[in-house]
């Protein structure tokens, strides 16, 4: 008998822990271009999704450590570069990739973290004019949050004070870059805030990359600013540099240079405009003064005596009266002529004929009334005596009168209508036509 051929058997778990070092061994270091595709974000902080082409997809998952170095908020659908290693999930035998680091396609980190954010401050209204304040006209004192160090911070004291030596400078050094510079320079905002010791700040640095100019890009430092009472001029970098900072900021300038002279005017040119408004504002009051003495030697050319003005109503009165006299004779005059002709209507229509008929008229209605009066009263009376016998028959009292009585039990004066309704030694009242008795029952026969 043929003995069987040796077979090495392996356990599932065996042959995954086979497959995953081959895996890791052979892909422990590779660089993957996809689509970002259904990403989820557990409490955890990891980041698990799936990388995607046209043709194949592969789980992926950048854990948390490595997730909180992102410039950028990576999204459904957002076409990665990414770096890391193969490696197989034992619990469910598949493979995936282990990410050290993922960046956007065809467009820089930075740039993308850049425009995620600005859209999204933008949909918040951090950008929206309407809440932007003016800029003092001559600030007694300003507040700068840069670095104490280097030409940008000297540049401005020299032009600020240059152009008005008398004005106050606050600096709060910060960094500028770097780990930690967003927190100082939102943290110099607060500051000067708290304090209200500045009429503007001035929020800047000089010029450099995007990585360099990174720390007026972060939300930190856009929300500081918007949250600031005190006014706000963003200066960071040169002209052609745009931060987030820029746009929440009340006002922005090209370069910190530039703030410095946008800040505060020139002391000459100041009294110059003061003169000019001086000289306007005598010439003014001058021109006003003139206009004024016109218009009173006008008035006064107006104005009349009061002696004069009284002669002249009593002139208007009289005038009046004149009228009124000579309105009224008319008026007597017409009412005349009215009356006669009336009176000689009234005596070609003799009305004592109509008066005679009428009284023989009045004296028949008056007999026939009193005759009806007569008649309704006879009626009344009749009923009224029919209904008066009625009553008599019907009063208690005639019943009284006739020999019988009421009797009411004391003290509730319910009337007895049954002798079970008392009891030996209760007390009556006996109502009679003439008075009422009071009694005592000592004895009840019943019927």
């Not at 040119?269 to 030697?297: A, Y």
């Not at 009356?339 to 070609?348: D, G, H, P, Y």
Request: net charge positive; with cysteine; hydrophobic share 40%.
């Amino acid at each position: 008998m043929d003995q069987l051929p040796f077979r090495y058997i392996l356990t599932v778990t065996e042959l995954t822990q086979e497959i995953k070092e081959t895996l890791e061994e052979k892909f422990y270091d590779v660089w993957v271009e996809g689509e970002i595709s259904n990403l989820r974000i557990p409490p955890s902080g990891h980041l698990y999704f799936t990388l995607k082409d046209e043709f194949s997809q592969i789980r992926a998952v950048l854990f948390r450590m490595r997730s909180k170095g992102l410039r950028f908020i990576p999204e459904d659908g957002l076409h990665i570069i990414c770096r890391g290693r193969v490696s197989l999930y034992e619990k469910r035998g598949e493979y995936q990739l282990i990410l050290e680091e993922i960046e956007p396609k065809g467009i820089g980190a930075l740039q993308l973290a850049f425009l995620q954010l600005k859209e999204k401050l933008e949909k918040e209204g951090l950008f929206d004019p309407s809440r932007k304040r003016p800029i003092p006209i001559l600030p007694q004192n300003i507040g700068i949050v840069t670095s104490p160090t280097g030409a940008v911070i000297r540049d401005m004291i020299h032009i600020i004070h240059r152009r008005f030596e008398n004005v106050g400078i606050l600096l709060y050094p910060v960094r500028v870059q770097g780990e930690g510079a967003s927190r100082e320079i939102a943290e110099g905002i607060r500051y000067f805030n708290k304090m209200k010791n500045v009429d503007v700040i001035i929020v800047g640095r000089g010029g450099g990359s995007l990585e360099d100019l990174w720390a007026f890009n972060e939300e930190e430092v856009a929300r500081a600013i918007h949250r600031s009472k005190i006014p706000i001029i963003s200066a960071v970098g040169h002209e052609t540099d745009y931060t987030i900072s820029d746009f929440v900021a009340d006002l922005r300038a090209p370069t910190p240079s530039a703030a410095a002279e946008l800040v505060v005017k020139e002391k000459k040119e100041l009294k110059r405009n003061l003169g000019f408004l001086k000289e306007r504002l005598q010439s003014q009051i001058l021109q006003n003064l003139e206009e004024m003495r016109k218009r009173i030697i006008y008035l006064r050319k107006r104005l009349i005596h009061p002696k004069k003005r009284i002669e002249d109503l009593f002139l208007k009165v009289d005038d009046l009266s004149h009228r009124i006299e000579k309105s009224m004779i008319r008026e007597v005059k017409r009412k005349r002529e009215r009356v006669l002709f009336l009176k000689e209507r009234t005596l070609l229509r003799n009305p004592i004929q109509k008066i005679k008929l009428l009284r023989v008229s009045i004296h028949e209605a008056e007999k026939g009334f009193i005759q009806r009066v007569k008649r309704v009263i006879e009626l009344k009376r009749e009923r009224l005596g029919g209904i008066s016998g009625k009553l008599e028959s019907l009063s208690p009292l005639s019943v009284l009168q006739r020999g019988y009585s009421i009797t009411r039990k004391l003290p509730s004066l319910k009337i007895l209508r049954d002798s079970s309704e008392v009891k030996t030694g209760d007390q009556v009242e006996v109502k009679l036509y003439r008075g009422a008795l009071t009694c005592n029952v000592e004895k009840i026969e019943m019927t």
